[in-house]
């Protein structure tokens, strides 16, 4: 289980920003309004309408961080990759 993933159990019914980074260098971004997450060991499903939105995999990281620069703005890391989280 990635450490302090709870700290993501009260949110829902909301937009998800994630902002994927290689080497500080964004590759990707995904944004969407979703009803509820389902967080496993393996992954945070984020659904909508009684259907999986989008699927994040949990298994390259050990910890989530709080960013402190927005209120809802987490973030998971290894050495050269970064998912950043943002909840509106």
Do not use: W
């Amino acid at each position: 289980m990635v450490a302090g993933i709870q700290k993501l159990h009260h949110l829902g019914q909301c937009q998800v920003i994630l902002n994927f980074y290689e080497d500080d260098m964004m590759i990707e971004r995904e944004a969407f309004f979703f009803e509820d997450m389902v967080i496993t060991d393996e992954q945070i499903r984020f659904n909508r309408k009684n259907q999986t939105a989008f699927h994040l995999d949990l298994s390259p990281y050990s910890k989530l961080e709080v960013l402190g620069m927005f209120k809802n703005y987490f973030a998971l890391r290894t050495p050269n990759k970064r998912v950043e989280l943002y909840f509106v």
